[in-house]
T-cell receptor, first 110, second 113 residues
Framework: DVKVTQSSRYLVKRTGEKVFLECVQD?????MFWYRQDPGLGLRLIYF???????EKGDIPEGYSVSREKKERFSLILESASTNQTSMYLC?????????FGPGTRLTVT | SQKIEQNSEALNIQEGKTATLTCNYT??????LQWYRQDPGRGPVFLLL?????KEKRKERLKVTFDTTLKQSLFHITASQPADSATYLC????????????FGAGTRLAVHP
């Protein structure tokens, strides 16, 4: 079974803090993604990566950056957290057909 | 820009009936259309994928149809059970896009005993 794990299920941070969200997949997938999910808006793509050290902006990259130093690990970084970044963050990887999602990190920025 | 519409109101049905969920999209037809299930507080789980040249796909009690003329997909769950209660997400994937998906907001299904 494919496993996608995320470093935290719940996280509370203060405005202005730098936040790291980690995602690890164990199936050697090339492509990995970070989404955020907000009520009524569905999942929106923040960034994705199609190979080590390669990254592409998604639909809402502002205020975020990513890092992919190893194939199995894809990190999302909030450079200076703001209250409008309070959300559920979901990481996913894919072998090509269908996506495998992690359990999500519910981030609250106060 | 591409838009996906799923019924935002919850669908309530009786156990044993067929649930039908709708996904409508605007502009370009995707190469693939996917359906996911999401339980509260958890990540989505991939259910089915249908290609643009396929009309219908089945998997156990699930059936998906894809009409590129109407720009619509229907997702059916036959002989529904309370365990099928969840939010169902429709997602579009376009060719040459590194498997990027555009998601709808989802429809919540509640199956009552």
């Amino acid at each position: 079974d494919v496993k996608v794990t995320q470093s935290s299920r719940y996280l509370v941070k203060r405005t202005g803090e730098k936040v790291f969200l980690e995602c690890v997949q164990d199936m050697d997938h090339e492509n990995m993604f970070w989404y955020r999910q907000d009520p009524g808006l569905g999942l929106r793509l923040i960034y994705f990566s199609y190979d080590v050290k390669m990254k592409e902006k998604g639909d809402i990259p502002e205020g975020y950056s990513v890092s992919r130093e190893k194939k199995e690990r894809f990190s999302l970084i909030l450079e200076s957290a703001s209250t409008n970044q309070t959300s559920m963050y979901l990481c996913a990887s894919t072998p090509g057909v269908g996506k495998y999602f992690g359990p999500g990190t519910r981030l609250t920025v106060t | 820009s591409q838009k996906i519409e799923q019924n935002s109101e919850a669908l309530n049905i009786q156990e044993g009936k067929t649930a039908t969920l709708t996904c409508n999209y605007t502009n370009y037809s995707p190469a693939y259309l996917q359906w996911y299930r999401q339980d509260p507080g958890r990540g989505p789980v991939f259910l089915l994928l249908i290609r643009e040249n396929e009309k219908e796909k089945r998997k156990e009690r699930l059936k998906v149809t894809f009409d590129t003329t109407l720009k619509q997909s229907l997702f059916h769950i036959t002989a529904s059970q309370p365990a099928d209660s969840a939010t169902y997400l429709c997602a579009l994937e376009f060719s040459g896009g590194y498997n990027k998906l555009i998601f709808g907001a989802g429809t919540r299904l509640a199956v009552h005993p």
